[in-house]
């Protein structure tokens, strides 16, 4: 996919690399114990793996990468939405509320205790050791999410190619400012900004609020 790259300078880039590497590695050793009984949890709930086999993500420059999270639906739960008639009006209905549901069938009991409070998102700290991600940045898309809100939104084609010219991140600006409550055209918005404004100062503002986003679960779907 294209991509219009924002330059920042070699300092910020370095700076920013050892801060995800720094708080990827604490952040697993504080969540260890946590990722432990949301496994346990998860078994115990419902069959199939404990991490979900969710379709690839697009990362920086428009490269696809495969995201490291905790299940939290029904095992072939994307295949499902997208190929099982059954699903073809909720899938119908996940297009039109910008790729996320309310009360969506397919999370189980353990996942929706996980999905509020974002544990499920924890082992994407992997992808960021990884190089794939980064710990703030904008939120890391499906290739027919992009394809199909751009054909929804076209005035949002440009703000796509800026947000894809960098590391999507686990955490981000539109993440602690409403989450899933904001719709795609404001959401890829906010994300460009993101690129266009990021500083150093800028990334340590958005994960000191992310604590607070995680425990009060407010817009998580």
């Given at each position: 996919m294209p991509y219009s790259e924002i330059k920042k300078s070699v300092f910020y880039e370095a700076a920013k690399r050892c801060i995800d590497?720094?708080?990827?590695?604490?952040?697993?050793?504080?969540?260890s114990p946590i990722?432990?009984?949301?496994?346990?949890?998860?078994?115990?709930?419902?069959?199939?793996?404990?991490?979900a086999d969710?379709?690839?993500?697009?990362?920086?420059?428009?490269?696809?990468?495969?995201?490291?999270?905790?299940?939290?639906?029904?095992?072939?739960?994307?295949?499902?939405?997208?190929?099982?008639?059954?699903?073809?009006?909720?899938?119908?209905?996940?297009?039109?509320?910008?790729?996320?549901?309310r009360n969506d069938p397919r999370i189980t009991k353990a996942g929706r205790f996980l999905r509020k409070h974002s544990i499920d998102e924890v082992p994407q700290l992997v992808n960021i050791l990884k190089g794939d991600m980064s710990l703030v940045g904008p939120r890391a898309y499906y290739p027919d999410e992009l394809r199909e809100q751009q054909r929804n939104y076209p005035d949002t084609k440009d703000?796509?190619?800026?947000?894809?010219?960098?590391?999507?991140?686990?955490?981000?600006?539109?993440?602690?400012?409403?989450?899933?409550?904001?719709?795609?055209?404001?959401?890829?918005q906010m994300d460009a900004e993101y690129v266009k404004k990021r500083s150093i100062m800028y990334d340590l503002l958005i994960i000191l609020k992310t604590p607070w986003a995680m425990i009060s679960g407010k817009g998580a779907l």
């Amino acid at each position: 996919m294209p991509y219009s790259e924002i330059k920042k300078s070699v300092f910020y880039e370095a700076a920013k690399r050892c801060i995800d590497i720094f708080f990827s590695l604490a952040l697993l050793i504080l969540f260890s114990p946590i990722l432990l009984i949301a496994a346990i949890a998860i078994k115990l709930d419902s069959s199939g793996p404990v991490f979900a086999d969710t379709p690839e993500r697009i990362g920086k420059n428009g490269k696809p990468f495969k995201m490291f999270k905790l299940r939290s639906m029904i095992q072939n739960a994307h295949e499902l939405l997208r190929e099982d008639p059954e699903f073809a009006s909720l899938y119908d209905r996940y297009k039109r509320g910008s790729y996320k549901l309310r009360n969506d069938p397919r999370i189980t009991k353990a996942g929706r205790f996980l999905r509020k409070h974002s544990i499920d998102e924890v082992p994407q700290l992997v992808n960021i050791l990884k190089g794939d991600m980064s710990l703030v940045g904008p939120r890391a898309y499906y290739p027919d999410e992009l394809r199909e809100q751009q054909r929804n939104y076209p005035d949002t084609k440009d703000a796509v190619k800026v947000v894809l010219s960098v590391k999507p991140g686990l955490t981000g600006f539109w993440q602690v400012s409403g989450r899933s409550e904001i719709n795609f055209d404001k959401r890829i918005q906010m994300d460009a900004e993101y690129v266009k404004k990021r500083s150093i100062m800028y990334d340590l503002l958005i994960i000191l609020k992310t604590p607070w986003a995680m425990i009060s679960g407010k817009g998580a779907l």
